[in-house]
Each structure stands twice: as structure tokens, then as C-alpha cells.
Nanobody
Framework: QVQVVESGGGLVQAGGSLRLSCVAS????????MAWFRQVPGKEREGVGC???????GYAGSVKGRFTVSRDNTNNMVYLQMNSLKPEDTARYYC?????????????????WGQGTQVTVSS
């Protein structure tokens, strides 16, 4: 049974930091690129950052230099370190597994999704 479970969301003040975690099971983690997406009600889900199975990363322009994606293939974990958070970063953040990580932070052919974790940044 495939499971993708995010954690680490919460409420933080603008300028603060949060680290999201994602644990995956039920599929061969090393074979997949992993990514973080976010979604605000009424808007499309957007790619934030991704990482290939070999560790190459890509980021959306809006988060480049502030967010960092990393992975631990031994423990089937993916992380999103978010620094210098802004109110516009408020969203539900989703972890996903797919085929190709693009430099833009988009993930091609998403296969598995998590349920998401809420991040709220207060001004």
C-alpha cells in the first residue's frame, strides 16, 4: 500500500522558518523524483521545488533562494526547508512522487500524492 505522509506545517510569523517532512512507503523510493507543491483555495496547485533521485533540484522562481528541497533515500524521506517566509507562502503543501524533476520546480508525471500539511504565515 502506497503512503505519502507530510508533517511539519503550522503557523509562523513572516520572516520565520519551517521545515516540512514527507515519508513515503509502498514504492521504490529511489526510482522516483520527489516534489513539493502548494495550493491556495481557488487557485491551481503549483510546484514549489523538486529533487531527482540523484539529488538534482529545481525551484519555482517565487521561492528560489529561500526554500531548499532535500531527500534521504535511506529512510524514504523528503524535506522542504522554508526560510524567510512571507504571508504569500500561506498554502497547503503537498508532497508528491513522479518521474522527472524540472529546473522550474515542476514534477513531470506525478504518480503519488500526499494529503498535505497546512502552512500559515502571519504578517
Amino acid at each position: 500500500q502506497v503512503q505519502v505522509v507530510e508533517s511539519g506545517g503550522g503557523l509562523v510569523q513572516a520572516g520565520g522558518s519551517l521545515r516540512l517532512s514527507c515519508v513515503a512507503s509502498g514504492f521504490t523510493f529511489d526510482d522516483y523524483a520527489m516534489a513539493w507543491f502548494r495550493q491556495v483555495p481557488g487557485k491551481e496547485r503549483e510546484g514549489v521545488g523538486c529533487i531527482s533521485s540523484r539529488g538534482n533540484t529545481g525551484y519555482a522562481g517565487s521561492v528560489k533562494g529561500r526554500f531548499t528541497v532535500s531527500r534521504d533515500n535511506t529512510n524514504n524521506m523528503v524535506y522542504l526547508q522554508m526560510n524567510s517566509l512571507k504571508p504569500e507562502d500561506t498554502a497547503r503543501y503537498y508532497c508528491a512522487a513522479g518521474r522527472i524533476c524540472l529546473t522550474s520546480g515542476a514534477l513531470v508525471d506525478v504518480t503519488y500524492w500526499g494529503q498535505g500539511t497546512q502552512v500559515t504565515v502571519s504578517s
